[in-house]
């Protein structure tokens, strides 16, 4: 008996997992199979394909993220401050986009938001901060909802906008 349940268990271990595919049927239930859906299903999404399309972020950042979008000022001369802010926001795991002040219209945008054009400054929502404390980041971030910390595996946010 013993000998039939290693034999089972070193069977199932060498077994690979199929693929999963997600699709929705005639009744709109969402059906989740190792198999491919039968018939004329037009829309498939393979269970890798969900991580590749940047849909990993936990609900709660989803949530944070949507209600209070993070904007990073930054500039070409500013090296030190803006590298904290930047590993400030990728350590909590926060997607933000990165805004390279440059043209008038940029500058008086950031003037307009905390009173000069000082660098870096965060937008987090509708709040601002001034130039590079962490404590005042992290304390907008947190009033915003973000985690405290980065999610095992996530990747670094950010990016300059067009």
């Known amino acids: 008996m013993r000998r039939l349940l290693l034999l089972c268990l070193a069977l199932a271990s060498t ?15 969402t059906v989740f199979s190792d198999t491919p859906p039968p018939g004329k299903v037009k829309s498939v999404v393979k269970a890798e394909d969900d991580k590749e399309s940047g849909d990993t972020l936990p609900f709660a950042v989803k949530k944070a993220a949507e209600n ?3 904007i990073l000022y930054t500039a070409t001369n500013c090296t030190i401050e803006c590298k904290l802010a930047r590993d400030l926001l990728n350590g909590r795991g926060v997607p933000f986009t990165e805004k390279m002040v440059q043209k008038k219209e940029e500058i008086d945008e950031l003037t307009q938001l905390v ?12 709040q601002s901060s001034r130039g ?26 950010g990016g300059l906008s067009k």
């Open 15 to 29: 077994c690979s997992f199929g693929q999963t595919y997600r699709w929705i049927d005639a009744s709109g239930r």
């Open 68 to 70: 209070f979008p993070v």
């Open 115 to 126: 009173g000069d054009n000082f660098i870096p400054s965060i937008k987090v929502g509708k």
């Open 132 to 157: 590079f404390e962490a404590s005042a980041y992290n304390n907008l971030l947190d009033l915003a909802g973000y985690p405290k910390s980065a999610p095992y595996g996530s990747k670094p946010a």
